[in-house]
């Protein structure tokens, strides 16, 4: 979890991380810190994260914006694979593969997952619904 605790904001990075089996989220970045917070941002890449009970990556936020960018990165056997959540939640992902989640990937109410249609989501229970756009 990402996540500020005062007035700042966070930036993560990381890169060829496995987050497995956890009771919770692998990777969450998490815009709900201290009134006053700035944005959490976070980039993710060369990442897995499987076998989480909750969510394989997630910005979530009600607060100040939480995004999260996914590059080259495989999210596997979670409940959902990639979440954008809360009511300011955004997550990028790109050449990145989603598969064998309950959910591959799903955004909540105005939240934006958006695929640059350079991923492979299939074999998941449910895919998911999401936004593409092409590469820039």
């Known amino acids: ?58 910005a979530f936020s009600n607060g ?17 694979g990639i979440h954008a959540a809360g009511s300011v939640g955004t997550v990028r992902f790109t050449r990145s593969t989603v598969t064998a989640n309950t959910v591959g990937v799903q955004q909540d109410g105005v939240n934006t997952a958006l695929s640059y249609m350079t991923n492979s989501v299939d074999g998941n229970a449910t895919d998911g619904t999401f936004a593409t756009t092409p590469q820039k």
């Open 1 to 58: 979890i990402s996540k500020p605790t005062a007035a700042g904001s966070v930036r993560l990075m990381m890169d060829q991380v496995r987050t497995l089996h956890n009771g919770a989220d692998g990777v969450m970045v998490n815009g709900n810190g201290a009134s006053g917070g700035g944005p959490t941002k976070g980039s993710i890449r060369n990442c897995e994260s499987a076998s989480n009970a909750a969510d394989g990556f997630v």
């Open 64 to 80: 100040p914006v939480a995004q999260l960018m996914i590059d080259t990165s495989g999210a596997f056997n979670n409940n959902i």
